[in-house]
């Protein structure tokens, strides 16, 4: 019978357990950071990041999933409004109401990286919408698609 050396089997151990946790239908990723939030926060922390310009106020809602809204009431709130939705506890989803002239509306239509999609589409007024999505969520599977596929078209 072979043991394992001393100090090598809580290694082994923490070596497993952190890919059991990465390896969750919802993975965060590091980047795309909008107003102090990004990714893989958990609703609290997601809140208590949360960066607007002027005031605003929160709403729960559970269903179809659960999520976190937040609208503007002050003028010139930015964003005017937004959006964050959960999936085992984690953010996957993030969409932003913003006028045209802010810093976050500015960049490419379609960002990609291995683990998030953002979106820039052109909202009523002048202003965008932008959405940051988890590609690696099975909530937003279907909404990754097609982004993707409709960047992909000439």
Request: glycine share 12%; proline share 9%; aromatic share 6%.
């Amino acid at each position: 019978m072979t043991t394992a050396a001393p100090g090598r089997a809580p290694f082994a151990f923490a070596a497993l357990a952190a890919l059991a946790l990465g390896a969750g239908a919802c993975s965060r990723g590091p980047e795309a950071e909008f107003f102090g939030v990004r990714l893989g926060l958990s609703a609290s922390d997601t809140r208590a990041r949360f960066r607007p310009t002027g005031e605003g106020s929160w709403v729960m809602r559970s269903v179809p999933s659960p999520a976190l809204e937040w609208s503007g009431s002050s003028p010139g709130a930015v964003p005017s409004r937004a959006s964050f939705e959960f999936h085992q506890g984690m953010l996957v989803a993030a969409r932003y109401e913003l006028p045209g002239e802010a810093p976050a509306a500015r960049g490419r239509p379609l960002e990609v990286t291995p683990s998030t999609v953002v979106s820039r589409q052109a909202a009523e007024g002048g202003g965008v919408r932008v959405v940051v999505l988890s590609r690696n969520c099975p909530e937003h599977v279907a909404e990754v698609r097609g982004l993707l596929a409709g960047a992909a078209k000439p």
